[in-house]
């Protein structure tokens, strides 16, 4: 494909000397902390036995990673939901 951007615009002609100048570098950053957090949740998962394969949702609220690690506090919690008590830490 041959492909052209604003091809009979008129203006300055100042190119971009780095990906800095358009929003590159937090775009990727706000990546890695979601993929860094996704890697600690499957950790967590791999040590209490579970399947480390959890797609962990956006947004990555506390609960949603609290829960997509799962162990002793979340298996606490969901027992006292089933007995219908109230949650006391």
Do not use: W
Not at 44 to 65: F, M, V, W
Not at 72 to 77: A, D, E, N, T
């Amino acid at each position: 494909f041959n492909v052209t951007l604003l091809k009979d615009a008129k203006g300055e002609r100042r190119p971009l000397y780095s990906s800095k100048g358009i929003g590159e570098p937090p775009l990727l950053l706000a990546a890695s902390v979601h993929l860094a957090l996704r890697e600690a949740v499957n950790a967590a998962r791999k040590d209490h036995g579970l399947s480390d394969n959890y797609q962990l949702e956006c947004p990555a609220t506390p609960e949603i990673i609290r829960m997509g690690c799962d162990g002793p506090i979340v298996k606490k919690v969901d027992g006292i939901k089933e007995n219908n008590q109230s949650i006391k830490f």
